[in-house]
Each structure stands twice: as C-alpha cells, then as structure tokens.
C-alpha cells in the first residue's frame, strides 16, 4: 500500500476515551508507539496511522472525509451533526459499532439550593453548556424556553461563578458534580463511544483492512463479554 493509501483513525489524544480507544486497537493486533509530542502515529504492522486530536474535532474529520474512520463518543457525534445540518455542512458518517466503554450521561445538574420540580422549572433561566444543540433539542420537545451559555469548558463551575442558573454537562461518576455543590436533576442523553466511519468510498484494499479490523473488533468484545 502507498502512504496515501494508508487507513487514517482519529483517536481522542488525552481524555477519557483514548485509553480504551488505543486498548481495542492493541487488542485487535495493531502495533504502535505513542511519542506524546506527535499528531501522528504510524502502526509498525499494519497500513493505519493514528490521529491524536480533540475529541471534538473527530466527528467532523471523519464527516469531512479527512480520516477514514474515528472513536468517538455518541454524545459529541450527535451534538457535532445537529450543529452542522444547520450550517449545511457534510454531516453523516457510518456509524459501524457502538462500543463497551466511555459510558456517560448529558444531564441537566443546579444548585443544591435550587428547588426543582422539572425542567419547566429552568423556564427562562439560563444554562451552561458545551452542548448547546442536544440541549435545545431536549428543551423544545419539553416546550421550554431558557436563555444559553456557552463554554467549551468549566461548565461546572458556571451557577457558582454567577454566570448561569444551571448546568447542562456529561456526567460520569457525579464526582465533579458534588464537588461544585450541584446535583443531577434530569438526563437527557445517553451515551457511549463508538466506532465510526466517513461515507467516502474507499479503496478495496482499505475496505478489506476496516472488515478485518471490525471482526476482530466483534472477537475481541465477544470475549470480554
Ligand atoms: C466531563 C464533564 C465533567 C466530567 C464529569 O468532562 O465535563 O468535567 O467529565 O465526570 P464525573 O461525573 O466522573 O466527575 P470530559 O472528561 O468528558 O472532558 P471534556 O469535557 O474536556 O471533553
Ligand atoms: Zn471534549
Ligand atoms: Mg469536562
């Protein structure tokens, strides 16, 4: 296979999706060395380079074409399309399996002083959010106006700072939540990570590699099951 023709993924550089993310693909026989300072790491085995970026940035890479495959988490990937459907940007990508890791929730959190009944008690109110279209999509099912804040981090700490009324971010444990004298009121997505794929028709070499990836993907989760 020429450089060119090598099978691009796009891997969350830290956080808490690259571990696993990187221990499926070592499972799966792909050998590689992480230098922490590269974007790039090229497998020593096998036609595939890694992309280390943000995870936010993976949705769009693979929907953009520019990695062929990326491990993401669902709750990013589905914020990612309802933000680009508005914009008319390419906003669809296989999504070739959802994954046994990276289990989190996207979920409405206030105060501990705040008394709240239910969502319609954030009538008007303002939230913080990193998630500003999962968020509006909950809330206008619900019927409920509220005014937006957003911050691509520090969420948290946002009604203490007195810049919103309440929080709508990923829970996982509820340890960040507790922390910030906030609890969890509703969820309103559920997620997990996932293995996705860009639309772009690919070579039948590098389709040929995907399969064999994905089948040891199947084996290797069989087992763990
Ligand atoms: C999420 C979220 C909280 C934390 C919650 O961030 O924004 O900071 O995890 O986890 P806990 O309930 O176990 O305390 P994430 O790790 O996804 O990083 P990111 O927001 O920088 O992408
Ligand atoms: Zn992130
Ligand atoms: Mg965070």
Redesign the pocket.
Known sequence: MSESGRLRIAIQKS??LSKESMKLLKSCGVKFNINEQRLIAHSDNMPIDLLRV???DIPGLVMDGVVDLGFI?EN?LEEEQLERQQLDKPATCQKLRQLDFGA?RLSLAVPTEFSYDSAASLEGLRIAT?YPNLLRRYMQEKGISYRDCML??S??VAPRAGLADGIC???????????NGLYETEVIYRSTACLIQSEQEQTPAKQALIDKLLSRINSVTQARE
């Open positions: 956080g808490r943000r995870d936010d988490g990013v989190c990193s691509k981090g969420v948290e971010d990923l829970v996982s444990t509820g340890a960040t939540l507790e922390a």
